[in-house]
């Protein structure tokens, strides 16, 4: 491994961090009872959590960890608007003719939105802008599949995206890698770590209890009533939201074998002069790409370094590890970034579904969940735990694309990603034979 890409002061911790007393937060008392008690300190709980007590339904909110532990204050702050939505779909699907695709991306716009105005209305100072993206083609046919996809953003998302031909993919980005693009104007980033805290601190002001460092460890229920085991007591409640995402285990064993934790990695740069800086992204957008090992990057909100994140592996390995395959990455798309050197490096654990696709519902034992990813969850889990809440208080209608569908899994599938190498080779080698056609 090459060291000199490394800074030495170089932290294995996300630099989003930087600007949140971690583990800092004093532990409050486990409550005996509660109308709700949702499992996770994520986006999807405290959402959850805030929508609940907007109705004056009192939540107690149980992390196993410090609060914030999860993805939740790791990922890279891009705010999508569903341009992910349908990957794994084929034919009509993915071209958006299907009705249940096209309620899809609706839900997907309405994320959006209830993400700008959750910011909006609860004042949380996260660096939120609705700065744009720009998806770089890594291969001629990825381009030339964009057409259908901006059409269907337009039409169904009002997402304002466009064509970006290779010859002017310099005016968003500065690098000749990409074969094309597309840019899509109705999406934004925010700094993860000072939203995960803006929504904690909304939850407590709507009546929330937020209790860290509890690990769920039991469910039981007798008639309507539930019984939560925790590392620190015992809690009862009307109705338990499951929301760990990436993080399901042993609790909820159906669902752990609904979802796969794949890995996530992000590097820091040290700060660039700002000249330099500003030269490569010049409107400031998100950017994320086309290949299966795909990566998305950005500027930090200070507009100084470069946060480059992607599946360097599928799997959690030491942060130097991935530091230097995804500085590897960056050099690829920036060479002009060759000695700039890394500051922090960081994983978190993302879920996807067998699916492709985001999933809420009631599970047979009676359980109320939001989870599956995909990898772009700030805004669309988010929304789901409001929409939680909302079908809690609502007395369990459905109410969206994403609920109470088939949650599928694999026979023999128990939680445990053995297969992810192999697809991660597998990929890689894909990825070589794209970019070797075009
Ligand atoms: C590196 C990375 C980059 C990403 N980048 C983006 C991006 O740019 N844009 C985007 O839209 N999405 C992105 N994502 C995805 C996004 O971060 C997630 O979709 C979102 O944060 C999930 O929120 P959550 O609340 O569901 O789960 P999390 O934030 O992961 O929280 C789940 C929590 O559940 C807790 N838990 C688990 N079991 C128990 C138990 N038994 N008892 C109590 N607590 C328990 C865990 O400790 C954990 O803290 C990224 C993810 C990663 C990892």
């Not at 460092?213 to 620190?232: F, M, P």
């Not at 796969?260 to 800086?277: N, Q």
């Not at 599938?413 to 056609?437: A, E, M, N």
């Amino acid at each position: 491994m090459d060291r000199s890409i490394f800074h030495p002061e170089f932290k294995p911790r996300p630099y989003w961090w930087e600007a949140i007393p971690m583990g800092e937060n004093p532990v409050a008392e486990l409550p005996a009872k509660a109308d709700v008690v949702i499992v996770g300190g994520g986006h999807t709980a405290l959402n959850c959590a805030i929508e609940l007590g907007r109705d004056g339904v009192r939540p107690v909110v149980l992390e196993a960890e410090d609060f914030g532990f999860g993805a939740s204050t790791r990922n890279g702050g891009a705010v999508s608007v569903g341009v992910n939505l349908g990957k794994g779909m084929s034919g009509a699907k993915a071209g958006g003719a299907d009705p249940t695709v096209q309620a899809m991306i609706g839900d997907a716009a309405e994320s959006f939105t209830h993400i700008e105005s959750v910011i909006a209305r609860e004042g949380i100072d996260c660096h939120y802008e609705r700065s744009g993206r720009f998806v770089g083609a890594f291969a001629r046919k990825h381009y030339d599949s964009f057409a259908k996809r901006v059409a269907m953003l337009n039409e169904l998302a009002d997402a304002d995206a466009k064509l970006v031909p290779r010859e002017r993919v310099r005016e968003e980005i500065a690098t000749d890698y990409y074969h094309g693009g597309m840019t899509i104007e109705r999406s934004g980033k925010l700094h993860p770590a000072l939203y995960h805290r803006g929504l904690m601190a909304a939850a407590e002001r709507h009546g929330a209890t937020l209790v860290g460092k509890t690990r769920a460890g039991r469910l039981s229920r007798n008639g309507s009533a539930w019984t939560v085991e925790t590392s620190r007591g015992t809690i009862a409640a009307n109705e338990v939201v499951i929301a760990t995402n990436g993080y399901t285990g042993g609790l909820t064993p159906d669902l752990k074998r609904r979802v796969i934790p794949l890995a996530s990695h992000i590097i820091a740069t040290e700060p660039l002069d700002p000249g330099r800086a500003k030269s490569l992204i010049p409107k400031g957008r998100t950017i994320s790409d086309t290949p299966r090992v795909l990566t998305y990057y950005r500027m930090s909100p200070d507009g100084t370094r470069v946060l480059f994140g992607g599946r360097a592996r599928f799997t959690p390995v030491e942060p130097e590890v991935s530091a230097a395959a995804l500085h590897g990455m960056m050099v690829a798309r920036w060479p002009q970034l060759k000695g700039v050197r890394v500051t922090h490096g960081w994983m978190g654990n993302t879920a996807f579904s067998f699916d492709f696709l985001p999933h809420m519902g009631v599970t047979q034992k009676g359980l109320h969940y939001a989870m599956g990813c995909n990898g772009s969850g700030v805004a669309m889990l988010s929304y789901l735990g409001a929409q939680v809440a909302r079908k809690i208080l609502g007395g369990g209608n459905s109410i969206n694309a994403f609920d109470g569908r088939d949650f599928p899994t694999m026979p023999l599938y128990t939680g445990y990603p053995w297969f992810l190498p192999i697809i991660g080779g597998w990929y890689r080698f894909r990825d070589w034979l794209d970019r070797r056609v075009a």
